[in-house]
């Protein structure tokens, strides 16, 4: 992925069902931790609806996230950090997971 590149889709798997939950993607530039772009439903994150295989295996359908990047979403280059929060709505309480992931982007 270049930076400013848009129009592919940015793939977390989660490895457990996803489909309840509260899911919000955090993206980290390189340049800052504080998170530069959050990601919820209402922008367009959306739990993956088939199964799918990739280059770092099979995600099921289910249990992972997907979220198209738009343009300016990407502007830097360098090692940017995702965080996936995701909060189970189904339980008597909250369970919030975070599961962090990291990607290089070229200039």
């Known amino acids: 992925m270049l930076k400013n590149e848009y129009g592919n889709t940015l793939r977390v798997n989660a ?5 309840s939950n509260i899911n ?9 931790s504080t998170g530069d772009l959050v990601i919820t439903p209402a922008d367009g994150l959306l739990v993956g609806s ?4 990739t280059e770092v295996g099979t995600f099921l ?3 992972y996230v997907e979220y ?3 343009q300016g979403d990407i502007p830097y280059s360098g090692e940017w950090n995702a965080r996936l929060v995701t909060q189970d709505t189904g339980a008597d309480t909250c369970k ?9 982007v070229g200039s």
């Open 24 to 32: 919000t993607l955090y993206l980290d530039s390189p340049l800052t």
């Open 68 to 70: 198209v990047l738009l």
């Open 61 to 63: 359908a289910g249990e």
């Open 96 to 104: 919030i997971t975070e599961l962090p992931l990291s990607f290089v």
């Open 50 to 53: 088939i199964n799918i295989v």
């Open 15 to 19: 490895g457990f069902n996803l489909t």
